[in-house]
């Protein structure tokens, strides 16, 4: 298998992946919005412009000159469509329609202009010289690779200079995968511009090869990471202001005392302590933040670090980290036995429990009930 049947397989495993990301999506998800809209959107133009590539690269165009000439730009789309996704992923804007709308016309208009120009060189050029739709094809790839960047730029700016308009998200998510995503679009943004600036010049389409495979990857990329990370998102939203509501939180009377013991440390005094440490944790949902330390909170309660350790490991019969861990399972396991919430993902529940990553949530819930949060829910 030689280099182009490698890229021209890769591209079609892409095609088929977005193809059936879109109808996972679309039939299988019960919950929609204009997020995943777009993000369907984006990965279907990508779809749709590496299958309309690899059909004429193979010779399966029809022989018809109307079809044979007729390139449909679905690939105008995809960074409007991306913006989109993203304006709205982040939550900084709430209508679009204008671009949206503009770019729509744009690819309608671009259509026509083709299509005169097919009947033009099929009705009145001698030997139907094909020239003129050449050129306009180079001139349609240019002024869309410039209408392209444009809406690259912007994503570009608001994910990493305006930070002033993510203090939202952040609280949900680190946005590093589509940081990751931009700086890879800027790398397919500089493939397509070369390959531009190479067919322009010398009339060579092979570079276009690596661009198709970057594009292929790109598709995965936006389609599972951007699917994935915005339904844990979602979920968290949603579980965050379930949380407010005081609708599923656990209470100090949740958590099991401790069998009275003789050491001489067990007395009054200590036992109120430690209610009083264990109200301020839940009362004040401290579990719930993953960045809670035994130092912060035991200077925020006048206590010593060393007597705030004791007291935990004596009370509780964990030291400070199982403590607070066991509370989030607590509240993880309300969450994951109500079915009002049987359709939220795990890992968003495990993270707004006041875990900081999928592992070490799955690592502690079977820590503490010997079985993983997805057995435990079914």
Not at 88 to 117: G, M, S, Y
Not at 152 to 175: P, V
Request: glycine share 4%.
């Amino acid at each position: 298998m030689d280099f182009v049947s490698i890229i021209d397989f890769l591209l079609m495993a892409g095609v088929l992946q977005g193809f059936g990301f879109n109808l996972v999506t679309i039939f299988v998800k019960k919950r929609f919005d204009k997020t995943i809209i777009f993000l369907n959107l984006t990965v279907l133009f990508i779809s749709l412009n590496n299958l309309q590539r690899w059909l004429i690269d193979n010779d399966y165009s029809s022989d018809l000159f109307l079809l044979e000439n007729l390139m449909i730009p679905w690939y105008l789309f995809i960074a409007p469509m991306f913006y989109a996704f993203t304006i709205h992923f982040i939550k900084v804007q709430d209508r679009v329609n204008d671009f949206v709308r503009f770019t729509i016309v744009l690819f309608i208009v671009e259509i026509i202009i083709r299509l005169c120009l097919i009947s033009h060189v099929y009705y009145q050029v001698p030997n139907r010289d094909i020239s003129i739709i050449e050129n306009y094809t180079t001139f349609e790839d240019i002024f869309n690779l410039v209408y392209g960047i444009l809406f690259f730029a912007n994503s570009c700016i608001l994910i990493f200079r305006k930070h002033h308009l993510l203090q939202y998200i952040l609280a949900y998510d680190d946005l590093n995968w589509i940081k990751w995503f931009i700086r890879f679009g800027g790398l397919v943004m500089l493939l397509w511009a070369v390959a531009v600036i190479v067919k322009s010049l010398t009339g060579d389409e092979f570079v276009y090869l690596f661009l198709r495979f970057s594009s292929s990857i790109l598709l995965y990329w936006i389609g599972y990471q951007g699917f994935y990370k915005y339904n844990v998102v979602r979920d968290r939203i949603y579980l965050r202001s379930s949380i407010e509501t005081n609708s599923v939180l656990i209470t100090p009377n949740n958590y099991e005392k401790p069998s009275t013991k003789s050491d001489d440390f067990f007395n009054e005094k200590h036992q109120n302590d430690f209610e009083n440490v264990k109200n301020h944790v839940i009362g004040n949902k401290l579990y719930l933040d993953p960045l809670l330390s035994m130092e912060t909170l035991a200077s925020d309660l006048g206590m010593s670090k060393s007597y705030f350790s004791k007291l935990i490991n004596s009370y509780s019969t964990y030291n400070f980290s199982d403590f607070i861990n066991s509370l989030r399972v607590e509240q993880a396991k309300k969450f994951l036995s109500s079915n009002e919430f049987n359709e939220y993902t795990i890992v968003a529940i495990g993270l707004e429990c006041g875990f900081n990553s999928k592992s070490t949530f799955y690592s502690a819930f079977k820590k503490f009930t010997s079985e993983t949060p997805t057995s435990y829910r079914n």
